[in-house]
């Protein structure tokens, strides 16, 4: 059972930094793609990062370019991103999830959110 823990969220003012980890259990980080999502109150989960099994170039949404890095660490299952020059906008729960390397068009496994405030 793949299991997958968020941690790193908090409150911080606009223009600060927090890093959020997602560490695996019950399987290899390495097998699988790994993805951030997050979802603001009264809206759609949207797609925030990913990064692919062998750890190639990552993809943002445009609305965290050169704000927010996505990495992994395969030798210690973990994942992150890295977010600086937080906006109020960004506020939301922050969800990782995984894709195995052999269907990596579906997140099969998600964590249970971590919470992100971001105030003006």
């Known amino acids: 059972q793949v299991q997958l823990q968020e941690s790193g969220g908090g409150l911080v003012q606009a223009g600060g930094s927090l890093r959020l980890s997602c560490a695996v259990s019950?399987?290899?980080?390495?097998?699988?793609?790994m993805g951030w999502f997050r979802q603001a109150p009264g809206k759609e989960r949207e797609f925030v990062a990913a990064?692919?099994?062998?750890?190639?170039?990552?993809s943002y949404t445009d609305s965290v370019k050169g704000r927010f890095t996505i990495s992994r660490d395969n030798a210690k299952n973990t994942m992150y991103l890295q977010m600086n020059s937080l906006k109020p906008e960004d506020t939301a729960s922050y969800y990782c999830?995984?894709?195995?390397?052999?269907?990596?068009?579906?997140?099969?496994?998600w964590g249970q959110g971590t919470q992100v405030t971001v105030s003006s």
């Open positions: 019950g399987s290899t980080l390495s097998n699988y793609k």
């Open positions: 990064i692919s099994w062998g750890g190639g170039i990552p």
């Open positions: 999830a995984a894709a195995s390397r052999w269907s990596p068009n579906t997140y099969k496994y």
